[in-house]
């Protein structure tokens, strides 16, 4: 006898594309192309078969769709250095990339992406496609950045800056450990510092472009950048003893902020840009449970700004592997990812048995209709924990309001760090990508 479940899913399996060759590829890739900005998410941050069809879809929108650059959830100096990378291989270029944590960028996907943008950009030299992180936990690395740009450039504002950035040297490398300390009122804040830095290396922009010559504009926009990321970490980790809804909604400001300025800085504002983060960084927070939490999002952000020339695409799955965690810092485990919980939209996709597909969510008919009705979806950070797999790993959202395109793989296995530590089960090595592109 059939249950509500299956019913359900014959509904959404009429609208359900299969992903078996490269032509329902195609009409994604023709969907997504048409906007300014398409946000790919992951619903891990572990997940073989996201990170390889994201980085496969996004080298299609640079050969085929005129796309510009690629902006991560990762640290500004760290992709900077990917960025500039020309004699060195791949994984050197991701050296930068060794805090936890760093299976995230430091894998074998990643490393296979950045060759191929290496390639394309050294035959296409009027069509560059950029690699930048738009996160900001890099709080002494940009502050380094800086001082190293100013020194080569103005000496003088080099030592000024220093006086300004020695603020934070009671606190040691963790920044946490100032936001506790500020917040306990055993220590001033760093904000007028900060702040004086940021508004000094604006103020000299057209002296030091002409000082520096033709690579002035590159090397002052990253300058700019590390300043910025200063003065908005300096600010999260102050509120990250305020609640989360504070540091969570400064955070995915500082990230859209960046990517508005990698917009004006790549072509007036013109520039078609890839958005590689976590589903829950991208998709609108507004259909789901952070907004009530008073939260926001990069999705959301993006959305108001750009309306229909942004495009999201998400991704879900039912079982199998992930790279991930116990705790916050420990070494990177291959982990079983237990089935999805009822009552998910991942366990409705299971029920389809279709292993690949994707959804246009834009669409008007019964499935989307029955999709609008909330409910759990999965989300798999850097840590897992299974025996909290609800409480940890859920929350409820509205899909077709947070997303425009869901793509679910059924099965999905862990991604591959470059290092393995001993938890970590190496198993079958993963495809480099998947063939149906």
Known sequence: MKTSLDNEAAVVAGAARALTTKADYD??????????????????????????????????????????????????????RVHRFVDTCATDALNDFRRFPSWMWRNTVVVDFIEWLRQWNAHHKDNLAGFYGLDLYSMHTSIEAVLNYLDKIDPAAARRARQRYACFDHFGQDPQHYGLATVA???????????????????????????????????????EQNARLVMNAERYYRAMFHGRASSWNLRDQHMFETLSELFTHLDSGRAKVVVWAHNSHLGDARATEMHARGELNIGQLVRERLGERAFAI??????????????????????????????????????????????????????????????????????????????????????????????????????????????WDRGELPETYPTAL
């Open 27 to 80: 009409s994604l890739l023709g969907m997504a192309g048409e906007a300014q900005c398409v946000l790919i998410g992951e619903a891990s941050h572990g997940t073989h078969e996201f990170y390889a069809i994201r980085a496969a879809l996004t080298g299609r929108l640079i050969e085929e769709k005129g796309f510009r650059a690629v902006a991560l959830e990762a640290d500004w100096p760290d992709s900077f």
């Open 185 to 223: 009122g055993s220590a001033e804040p760093c904000e007028e510092d900060v702040v004086a830095q940021l508004t000094e290396l604006r103020r000299k922009y057209a002296e030091f472009i002409q000082r520096d010559g033709h690579i002035g504009e590159e090397e002052f926009f990253s300058a």
């Open 314 to 423: 998400g991704f879900s799955t039912y079982g199998g592997t992930v790279t991930a965690a116990s705790d916050w810092g420990a070494p990177a485990e291959r982990k079983r990812v237990r089935p999805a919980l009822a009552g998910s939209y991942e366990e409705l996709f299971h029920v389809i048995a279709q292993p690949r597909f994707w959804i246009d969510l834009r669409e008007r008919n019964s499935a989307t209709d029955l999709l609008q009705e909330k409910r759990l979806q999965r989300a798999i950070g850097v840590i897992y924990r299974p025996q909290t797999e609800r409480l940890s790993h859920y929350f409820e959202v509205r899909l077709p309001v947070q997303f425009d395109v869901m793509i679910h793989i059924d099965e999905t296995k862990a991604l591959e760090p470059l290092e393995r530590a001993s938890q």
